[in-house]
């Protein structure tokens, strides 16, 4: 079973940045798509950006502009650089192929201060 174990998350003033990581085993980045997704409480996840197989990369509106995904194929880590974070991106972080197929991780927390 594929375990995504994602890190990075804190707690940053509006205008921060952070660097979010996700490790899995094995080759999944090389061979699936792979995104970034946030969940608030309550809420249903949603995805933020992906990146294909070929290393092309996709960004919601919300985060076109402030976030880039990328990954190390020789090192394993997807990355989500975040930059000109606001209050309204504090939530949740995990990654997961897209479509997810893999059993979510435990993600990680953004918290971004007014």
């Known amino acids: 079973q594929v375990q995504l174990v994602e890190s990075g998350g804190g707690l940053v003033q509006t205008g921060g940045s952070l660097r979010l990581s996700c490790i899995a085993p094995?080759?999944?980045?090389?061979?699936?798509?792979m995104g970034w997704f946030r969940q608030e409480p309550g809420k249903l996840r949603d995805r933020r950006a992906y990146?294909?197989?070929?290393?092309?990369?996709n960004y919601s509106d919300y985060a076109k502009g402030r976030f880039t995904i990328s990954r190390d194929l020789a090192k394993n880590p997807l990355y989500l650089e975040m930059n000109s974070l606001m209050p309204d991106d504090t939530a949740v972080y995990s990654c997961?192929?897209?479509?997810?197929?893999?059993?979510w991780g435990q993600g990680t927390q953004v918290t971004v201060s007014s």
């Open positions: 997961n192929s897209v479509p997810p197929d893999y059993q």
């Open positions: 094995g080759s999944i980045f090389r061979d699936k798509p």
């Open positions: 990146i294909e197989v070929d290393g092309r990369t």
